[in-house]
């Protein structure tokens, strides 16, 4: 068993799980239970694990699930220009986005 997410937060291991169950990939999440441990301190979130033989298809279907988290309202050339987010290249000098 490989980790190949830590959450967090409360729920976003569980997001993780359910996006890998989508892409067939079999995950477990661990820690979940740690609230409610009497005075146990200090709190981790859960964490997504998958089978070793599992974890190269797992990353791959991770990167797939974080790009839609990345929001760039703009992103700011190299050459000092601000492009808005519909811009796959500068609209001023041509560059793509690093
Ligand atoms: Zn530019």
């Given at each position: 068993m490989v980790r190949v997410y830590q959450g967090i937060g409360p729920v976003d291991a569980y997001m993780v799980r359910d996006w890998l169950d989508r892409?067939?990939?079999?995950?477990?999440m661990h820690g979940q239970h740690l609230m409610g441990?009497?005075?146990?301190?200090?709190?981790?979130w859960p964490?997504?694990?998958?089978?070793?033989d599992d974890e190269p298809r797992a990353r791959a279907a991770l990167t797939t699930y974080e790009?839609?988290?990345?929001?760039?309202?703009?992103?700011?050339?190299?050459?000092g220009e601000t492009n808005g987010p519909a811009f796959?290249?500068?609209?001023?000098?041509?560059?793509?986005?690093r």
């Open positions: 892409n067939g990939i079999h995950a477990w441990a009497c005075g146990e301190l200090p709190i981790s964490s997504v694990w998958v089978a070793t790009q839609p988290q990345l929001v760039h309202p703009d992103w700011l050339c190299r050459c796959g290249a500068c609209w001023s000098c041509g560059a793509e986005p």
